[in-house]
């Protein structure tokens, strides 16, 4: 999570530090830096300022008030970011600074990411994408849990171990078929009646242990087809869902352009992710909860990405529970 920001140079407006919790809500007048700080978020997390002109010379130009304009950014792991701006004879350098220390912008990604990879979302920006635009980048922020292809693969292999059990049980019967019939049309050998009984002793055992063999593999085949069908149902239901998705989502960008929502700008910063399923469906629906309160507190009631984040957050409720629920269940078995 970004801690602090800092910007001297930054549109006129005199050397600022501002502290940042999870939720920020800047008011004032017109003039009073609301919307610099946000500008200064961007242009130390990106370089630039979505919407506008990339180029160093540009960005001095735009949003520096003097020959030189510096911002930066702490985040809570004690890491400080720092993109310095600065005319120099003809031409602006852009310099890139890690804790102090001159940096790659490689290298100055890269501590970004490892400091919680903050990342900007720009609201107009994101209302002018076509649907499928605005679809990727939802599950840019909350990637699905789930991977279709590889299940099915998985359905295909599990279809094809099928196909194969079924091969040895046919098999199996015909060898118990064989079996049989040598039982019935058995003819004593020549010996005594030790060594006859000790034969049929022999073919009893060997036939018992053909229909364990059987048994069992009716139960593995039983076990496999139940869970080729959960899975195979489970996608189904995923896929259902993704198009309910797109529907809705089409729906809510109409009523969005009808009401005309006001452009919001807000960081997502992601929270540390750690190697469980539950944990990471916890921090999804703790940025989808601040999400939510921040478009509310913006008036934004109506718009597309107050509607998208009910949903992912409902959907990631929903996954929690059932994941839960599952914990209990192998606890339990």
Do not use: W
Not at 23 to 30: K, P, Y
Not at 250 to 266: M, N, W
Not at 279 to 295: M, P, W
Not at 325 to 332: D, F, G
Request: proline content about 3%; overall charge positive; hydrophobic content about 35%.
């Amino acid at each position: 999570m970004i801690e602090n920001v800092k910007a001297d140079g930054l549109k006129g407006l005199p050397k600022f530090e501002q502290p940042l919790k999870r939720l920020n809500l800047f008011v004032g007048q017109n003039g009073s830096g609301k919307s610099a700080r946000a500008d200064a978020l961007k242009l130390a997390v990106l370089g630039y300022v979505p919407g506008t002109a990339k180029t160093n010379q540009e960005i001095l130009s735009s949003f520096g008030s003097s020959e030189k304009l510096f911002v930066e950014i702490a985040a809570n792991n004690k890491t400080t970011f720092l993109r310095r701006f600065a005319k120099e004879n003809d031409s602006v350098s852009h310099d890139c600074l890690v804790n102090h220390r001159k940096a790659t912008k490689e290298k100055y990604a890269a501590s970004l990411v490892e400091a919680g990879n903050p990342r900007i979302l720009d609201l107009s920006a994101f209302m002018s994408l076509s649907d499928q635009k605005k679809i990727d980048t939802i599950f840019s922020l909350f990637p699905p849990d789930g991977d279709f292809i590889q299940l099915d693969s998985k359905i295909e292999d599990l279809k094809s171990k099928q196909n194969n059990m079924q091969t040895e049980i046919k098999e199996t019967n015909r060898t118990i078929g064989q079996l049989n019939q040598a039982r019935t049309e058995i003819n004593l050998p020549s010996g005594t009646l030790g060594e006859i009984k000790a034969e049929i002793e022999k073919t009893e055992i060997e036939l018992k242990e053909a229909k364990k063999a059987l048994e069992e593999a009716r139960i593995e085949i039983a076990r496999e087809e139940a869970k080729a069908k959960a899975e195979k149902e489970a996608l189904e239901k995923a896929a259902m869902e993704k198009a309910k998705h797109e529907s809705e989502l089409k729906k809510a960008e109409e009523k969005a352009k009808a009401q005309q929502p006001i452009p919001f700008v807000s960081t997502v910063i992601p929270e540390s992710i750690t190697n469980t399923n539950c944990n990471v469906t916890l921090s999804a629906i703790s940025s989808l909860e601040f999400i939510i309160e921040a478009l509310k507190a913006s008036e934004c009631t109506a718009c597309a990405a107050l509607l998208i984040a009910k949903r992912e957050l409902k959907k990631h409720q929903n996954q929690l529970q059932s994941q839960k629920q599952l914990e209990r269940r192998t606890a339990n078995g």
